[in-house]
């Protein structure tokens, strides 16, 4: 007998809950805020807005479904299972930050504040809930499957992004490593640079974009849905002992980026999440490419 949906609701503690929780009271986070030219009546309306559509999603689940919630900080903790629909209330970078922790179920994203996000992954107003859901369980879903990358260090640790994933050092020291491309003829070139970001098509909206056009690069990024990763190093630095003539590239699936560390020091993490960051050390290799799992978006 199979188990009936599981969806899981999965939001953020908003800024007025943070305010509340270090100030105390109303009153007090008030006081804080105005001090700074601020007004708390505006953070607390964003509050009230999200927490309506969680309460508006949270009662379009169906009857027969299984239900619970997640907060964002607890997504590493959190089971997620085969049968779950996972149900984003929030913002774009909510998603980003779930997707890492799933394979392969579907994703609706509820935009919890119209018109201040920018609604690429968060595509859905709260009161369509009620018909998505049991659409995203139906063979023939509408769905968007969006390229992720991972990295894989030299024992075993894996780490999934939506966006990219950074290679360099924890704060403005220089990181020092050897690069090399799964490419025949393409010799390893030793590099000393702030680090290396490779990202998909769906980060090629952000961080990764600003390196692009900060360089006028003429590489093609990829689409969100395309098997294809847009890489760059961020201030490489020639010296007599490193280059700098691979400075930027595409890989398709099946090539990979792989990074053997020459730093006493560096650390992985995706999505702009530094506290979920692996750490390598003088030797260790890293491998970047496409990953094999894919974030399916209810469209």
């Known amino acids: 007998m199979s188990l009936a949906p599981r969806a899981v609701l999965v939001h953020r503690t908003a800024e ?12 007090q986070a008030a006081f804080f805020l105005s001090a700074r030219g601020r007004s708390v009546d505006a953070v607390r309306e964003r509050h009230e807005r999200a927490r309506r559509a969680l309460a508006e999603v949270a009662g379009a689940v169906p009857l027969s479904w299984r239900r619970t919630r997640v ?5 590493d903790r959190f089971p997620f299972g085969p049968e779950d629909v996972v149900v984003v209330v929030g913002q ?5 930050n779930t997707a890492k922790y799933l394979t392969g179920q579907p994703v ?8 201040r996000n920018p609604g690429v992954l968060v595509r859905h107003r709260a009161d369509r809930a009620r018909r ?8 023939g879903a509408a769905v968007d499957e969006l390229t992720m990358v991972e990295a894989v260090t030299d024992d075993a640790q894996r780490l999934l992004a939506l966006n990219e994933i950074y290679v360099g050092p924890r704060g403005h020291q220089t990181a020092r490593y050897t690069l090399d491309e799964d490419a025949p003829g393409v010799p390893p070139e030793p590099q000393a640079s702030s680090g290396v ?22 590489l093609a990024l990829p689409a969100p849905a395309d098997a294809r990763l847009a890489w760059f190093v961020r201030e490489a630095w020639p010296s007599p002992a490193t280059g700098t ?3 930027e590239g595409l890989l398709d699936r099946g090539r990979g980026l792989r990074l053997t560390v020459e730093s006493d020091r560096l650390v992985v993490f995706g999505d702009g999440v530094e506290s979920d960051a692996l750490e390598l050390t003088w030797g260790q290799t890293i491998r970047l490419g496409v990953a094999g799992t894919r974030l399916r978006l209810v469209a």
């Open 16 to 27: 007025y809950e943070e305010l509340l929780a270090r100030h105390g009271t109303h009153g």
């Open 71 to 75: 907060e964002r900080a607890d997504l």
């Open 92 to 96: 774009d970078g909510l998603v980003a």
């Open 108 to 115: 609706v994203g509820i935009d919890a504040d119209p018109g």
């Open 132 to 139: 998505l859901l049991p659409h995203a369980v139906t063979a």
């Open 197 to 218: 970001l490779v990202g998909t098509g769906t980060g090629a909206t952000g961080w990764l974009r600003s390196l692009w056009e900060q360089r006028s690069s003429a």
């Open 245 to 247: 003539s691979r400075v």
